[in-house]
């Protein structure tokens, strides 16, 4: 049970790199996003006009866009079919309002065309909800029974419930790059930006869409982890 090689090894090193290269991630978006807050576009749009307006030129009138508080906390929720923008983004009229504002409306997009990635997302959801809460939990305890048992079935149940997460969030990346390419598209199809303003728009929404890409990237890892540490165990007994 206790050879298990719980150390400073190869595996805890390589999760340490990934939760740095997230928080790298992170860093560069909320630095990306302010830079270009500082920049006004040119139309003279807000981030609420340009989501309003997509969504009518795209036929879409069953989607209300409202203003919720906090920074970055914009999404798209298909249930109730709300936009909700962020402060920083529903009356601002920066270029990096209008990528958040257009990128949210992407998904509204997504969702009124049935894109099979969002569908499938929206599918599991109530699954990763309820296993994102659980899978840790179970596997600690599991390894702990396993001490006494020699059995790590309930630490197996917990990796595995822990795969629907890393599922979820390699489904969200198709999801993610997606509506931001819809946003560019739509963005300059439709002249709410300059040429030049995509530019910086495509910055911001490609820096977003690595928080994404390191976190599934982390998610991996640490699901390799916990069935390695099962695996040993098992080998060790």
Not at 58 to 67: A, C, K, L, M, T
Not at 198 to 217: D, I, N
Request: no cysteine; hydrophobic share 50%; proline share 3%.
């Amino acid at each position: 049970m206790y050879g298990y090689g719980y150390g400073f090894n190869g595996w805890y090193l390589l999760v340490i790199l990934m939760a740095v290269l997230t928080m790298i991630a992170q860093g560069n978006v909320t630095s990306t996003f302010n830079k270009y807050a500082k920049v006004a576009n040119s139309r003279g749009y807000t981030g609420a006009d340009v989501a309003k307006m997509l969504l009518q030129q795209n036929g879409i009138y069953d989607v209300r866009v409202e203003q919720i508080g906090g920074s970055l906390t914009d999404h798209y929720d298909p249930v109730k079919k709300v936009i909700r923008l962020s402060q920083p983004v529903y009356g601002s009229r920066s270029i990096s309002a209008l990528g958040v504002a257009a990128h949210e409306t992407g998904h509204a997009v997504q969702h009124a065309k049935g894109y099979v990635p969002l569908t499938l997302r929206s599918a599991i959801f109530p699954v990763v909800s309820f296993s994102s809460k659980i899978a840790m939990p179970l596997f600690i305890i599991g390894l702990l029974l396993a001490a006494f048992i020699q059995s790590y079935t309930l630490a197996l149940v917990g990796a595995l419930l822990f795969g629907f997460v890393v599922l979820f969030q390699i489904i969200t990346l198709p999801v993610e790059f997606n509506a931001s390419a819809r946003a560019l598209k739509m963005l300059g199809d439709y002249n709410y930006l300059e040429q030049s303003e995509v530019k910086g728009a495509r910055k911001v929404l490609s820096a977003a869409a690595m928080t994404y890409v390191a976190a599934a990237a982390a998610s991996i890892v640490q699901l390799l982890r916990l069935l390695a540490i099962i695996g040993v165990g098992r080998r060790n007994d």
